[in-house]
């Protein structure tokens, strides 16, 4: 885990990512320096996103579009 709590992922375009379980809500952080909270991201979701062989092609098809995303940085 990095020190913004984030743990580090080795992509393109995103440079960490991190889970709450208690709001479901995943914080993903891109290489460019947006932060973005999915909201109502279940637990699994969040695994299948961290599994995912690509996470940058993983977020645009699965998560973009389908969760309310905010950005907040």
Do not use: C, W
Request: a positive charge; proline letters at 1%; zero cysteines.
């Amino acid at each position: 885990m990095r020190r913004d709590g984030l743990t580090a992922i080795d992509s393109d375009h995103i440079s960490g990512a991190s889970y709450d379980s208690m709001e479901n809500r995943a914080t993903i952080k891109f290489k460019n320096g947006a932060t973005y909270h999915v909201h109502g991201m279940s637990p699994q979701a969040y695994r299948d996103f961290m599994d995912a062989r690509s996470q940058g092609i993983h977020f645009h098809t699965f998560i973009k579009g389908n969760y309310h995303i905010e950005r907040v940085r």
